[in-house]
Each structure stands twice: as C-alpha cells, then as structure tokens.
C-alpha cells in the first residue's frame, strides 16, 4: 500500500517502536540472532523517541531479562521506555509479573492491557465500570516509581471511569481503524475514535493510539485526531523493514508524524 505523505506541519507525536516481533524472530529458533538490543540501537540512532516492549507470561516474544536490558540502553540514551502488560497476571516461571518489572526497571511509561495468554495479540481495551476500582490502587503503585500510566481504550469507552483510575493517558486501540482502513471505509471508524480523544482531553489524559498501524494510514489518523502524544508501532514497521531496512522505515515513520528527517 502506498505510505501516507508526510504531515504538513510539525506535530508533537511522538514514535515509539514496539521490538516484540524482533524478540518473536530470535525466539523461533532460539539464541540470540536477531539482537533486539542491536535492533533497539538502530532505531533510536535513526531518530525513534522511544522503545515498547509486552512482555507476557508465556515469555512468547520479549522475555524479562530482555526489558532489564532494554531499560538500561534507554537510560543510557535518555529516551522514553514502554512497557506494555496485563497488571492482573500473576507470577509465572521467569516472568516476575507487570509491577515486579516495573519496579526493577523504572520505565518512563507503563501501558496496562488487558490481555491473556489465548490473545494472539491485544484486541480490546478495559471495561473501565467494571475494572476501574481494581485498577485505581495498581495505578497509584505505578505512578508512585514516577512512571506514567497509559490504560489500553476501545473507541467509546467511559472516559470519566478512566479519569477516576488516576492514569495519566488513555491508549487508543486502532485496530477496527486499520480494518475499516484497509477495506476502503475508514469513515466508519473515526468518529468513535476523534470522539474518545476528544472527551480524553477534555478531562485532562493525554492520548496515545496503536494496534495495526502502518505507513498507510497513520498520516490519515493523525489528521483525523488532532494531538496525539504517542504511537506505538511494531508489527507493521518491522515487517516493512524487511524490504527497506530498519533505519530507514523508523525515518520515514518519523516524516509521517513530522519529526525531523
């Protein structure tokens, strides 16, 4: 699919890129080929703002001694750390849980989601009625090691619920965008989404947004939504490397968002 043209004016969107498909590659055969701390270098030498990761309980992609690493490269670069997980699974084998990660390595960002092991990947955000309560005191533990905490949001979801969590952003799932994109009827995903940002930042959360997205159609998102504080970015951007390289891929992500080159 064609890429979207770079953005007129320069926005303050910033680019994380998500490594879990790199860690996916490396764990298909064992060792340690791909390196994800090599990949992780290349991109942030080539401009990305910033690094995810979702390590999960299976350990199927990043594993903990992966977001160790990957906490101390960021901290030598002084950019931002994301990392991503489900903050109600427990303990298991080398995965010490979400909040034991976090209090190890410090992350400038924690995103929570609510995932399980059958998801092949995350595909919904919370029930903020039903899990605001159990997320309210997870959260506060979060910010409390000076991390800032995203809650993973379905278009349309209860804003003043997720305000009353105490989280600092709401991260949009774009999937459905993505689908509706590729089918040539992006107009039938939008308004929940420009909606939920909107009422976002009407109660003071800032947005992020990410799922599916791809040099397609993430200049269309943006335009469509306005501020936008992050994008997290994986699947897409690495199987688009594979036929331009990761530098350049990270680069032109960084023309769509209107980064300098």
Known sequence: MTASAPRAARCDTRLSVNLNKIAVLRN??????????????????????????????????????????????????????????????????????????????RPAQVTLVPDGDAQLTSDHGFDFARDGATLRPLVARLRALDCRVSLFADA?????????????????????????????????????LVDTARRARAAGLGVNAGHDLSQANLGALLDALGTVDEVSIGHALIGEALYEGLDATVRRYLAIVGAPA
């Open 28 to 105: 298909s055969r064992g060792g340690g080929d791909p390196d994800v701390l090599r990949a992780a270098r290349t991109c942030l030498d080539a401009g990305a703002h910033g690094l995810t990761v979702h390590p999960r309980p299976d350990a199927r992609h990043i594993r903990a001694d992966d977001v160790v690493a990957l906490g101390a490269l960021t901290d030598a670069r002084g950019v931002e750390f994301n990392i991503e997980g489900n903050p109600f699974a427990p303990p298991r084998g080398d995965y010490p849980g979400l909040l034991a990660l976090c209090e190890r390595v």
């Open 156 to 192: 349309g979801a209860d804003i003043e619920a997720a305000f009353a969590t105490g989280a600092d952003r709401i991260e949009l799932y774009t999937g459905p965008w993505a689908e509706a994109f590729a089918a040539g009827t992006p107009d039938t995903a939008l308004p929940g």
